[in-house]
């Protein structure tokens, strides 16, 4: 049997998201949530579909950037469907400037994607929210004129551009209002300074003129009803707003009700950082349930044993990279076709600390460094690992080492401000055993002197 190295490499790339509604994607799907603490999907899934079928739900999803939350949330979502519902998901960072989100932002965005999706239902003319969106066509057209006239240099000439009275359909039109302003900071600043004030009216316009005849005719099809899944919204940059809110903060708490308010079920993912601010009381406050969490899949327990079962399941999520074709079962006959040894595919999952993308980025610089020769050597990823280990460690200040080694000798982080940061710069990850979470240190930075007592 022989192996295709360009193929390997381009079923290993690490940004790459799997989609299970796709033959392809599906032969690659490893299924960790045997490992991570429970089965947060299917709870998930549950809720949706049986407990809260008819109620309009709303959940926080949360872990660390690029530990599988997309994937799985694309496997809820073909879930979903095949129980009926209508599921719109769409990568938020695509319609969003995550440096500058204001809550109304969020809200036209989920209106568009939601009335693409839903364009072969025949409904009645959303007045109010034709309304609110030509006010502010008009306001950012003025903007544009004003700007010309007072001779600033703005990315864009002449008006806008479009008129909701030409005939355009309603998520046309506000996508043209959400790229415009995207791109453009003094015309976002506009937008959001005139539906700041009209958000409760364009909550209850999207509700009431959009998601509720939708949920309607979707039902009168056979359809169980109406799920958002709004992905991406993690990567929200936590800068200040201009009265010095974070922006996390001030777009998770206190626009909260804004973010339950739509009369569907919706899903948003949520920064993890947001898990160890001062603020996390509050904001559990404000939503029916806490957070889900989807956690490192461990690849030892708390008190530095071996764990088997998460070893077992990174082993075949690597070897389905190779061998797609083959049942799982047959897989590691041909480890030796793919390693020079089974000790360097189990070192290469321990160095991941069980982060899903970062195992697949460590593989595809090992695959890079061979030279296009197979097997891969060990003496080659610890080269790889070593020079992760040197990117990393250049970020880390004093303080952040001192951090890092009480993670190492108590398995436990605070609310501390430099937590948070170390958990975002995935210089610790976050595990779950039997519910109860526990901490470590990325196992790239493991042997480092500054890590010593």
């Not at 599921?87 to 440096?99: C, G, H, I, P, Q």
């Not at 509050?282 to 939503?287: A, C, F, I, K, P």
């Not at 000798?409 to 610790?428: A, C, F, N, P, Q």
Request: proline share 4%; charged share 25%; glycine share 6%.
């Amino acid at each position: 049997m022989m192996l295709n190295i360009r193929d390997f490499y381009q079923r290993v790339n690490p940004s790459q998201t799997l989609d299970v509604s796709k033959a392809a994607d599906r032969t690659l799907y490893i299924d960790f949530s045997s490992v991570r603490g429970g089965e947060i999907i299917a709870d998930l899934r549950d809720t949706i579909t049986f407990y809260a079928s008819d109620d309009p739900t709303c959940v926080l999803f949360t872990g660390h950037i690029g530990c599988g939350k997309s994937t799985e949330l694309l496997r809820l979502k073909q879930e979903l469907e095949s129980d009926g519902f209508h599921v719109v998901y769409f990568d938020s960072n695509e319609d969003l400037d995550m440096a500058d989100v204001d809550i109304g932002d969020v809200l036209l965005a989920i209106a568009r994607r939601v009335g693409e999706s839903i364009d072969s239902l025949k409904l009645e003319q959303p007045r109010t929210f034709r309304d609110l969106l030509q006010k502010a066509t008009r306001l950012m057209n003025t903007e544009v004129e004003l700007s010309a006239e007072l001779g600033v240099a703005i990315p864009m000439v002449g008006e806008v551009g479009f008129n909701l009275d030409d005939g355009l359909s309603l998520a046309t039109g506000i996508g043209k209002i959400t790229a415009k302003a995207k791109n453009d900071s003094l015309l976002r600043d506009r937008l959001n300074q005139f539906l700041g004030p009209q958000k409760t009216r364009l909550l209850e316009a999207i509700n009431r003129e959009l998601l509720e005849p939708a949920i309607a005719q979707l039902k009168q099809k056979g359809q169980q009803g109406l799920v958002v899944i709004v992905d991406s919204l993690e990567k929200l940059i936590n800068s200040p707003k201009p009265y010095g809110r974070p922006q996390q903060e001030y777009l998770y708490i206190d626009q909260s009700e804004c973010l339950r308010g739509l009369r569907c079920h919706t899903i948003y993912t949520m920064p993890l950082a947001l898990k160890f601010s001062s603020e996390y009381g509050h904001l559990t406050q404000r939503y029916p349930d806490d957070p889900r969490v989807l956690p490192m899949v461990p690849v030892q327990r708390e008190d530095g044993s071996a764990f088997e079962a998460g070893m077992v399941l990174l082993r075949q999520m690597v070897l389905a990279r190779a061998f797609p074709e083959l049942p799982e079962g047959d897989r590691l006959a041909h480890l030796n076709l793919v390693f020079d040894e089974p000790e360097s595919l189990d070192r290469l999952c321990q160095a991941s600390g069980g982060h899903v993308r970062d195992l697949l980025r460590l593989l595809s610089a090992w695959i890079m460094k061979s030279r296009r020769q197979l097997p891969l050597n060990r003496a080659t990823l610890e080269q790889v690992i070593r020079e992760r280990c040197n990117e990393m460690s250049l970020q880390i200040s004093d303080e952040e080492w001192d951090l890092l080694r009480q993670v190492s000798d108590r398995k436990r982080v605070s609310g501390d401000e430099g937590y948070k940061t170390l958990i975002h710069s995935r210089l610790v990850f976050e595990y779950r055993d039997q519910g109860i979470s526990w901490f470590d240190v990325n196992p790239i930075l493991l042997g480092v002197k500054d890590l010593s007592p």
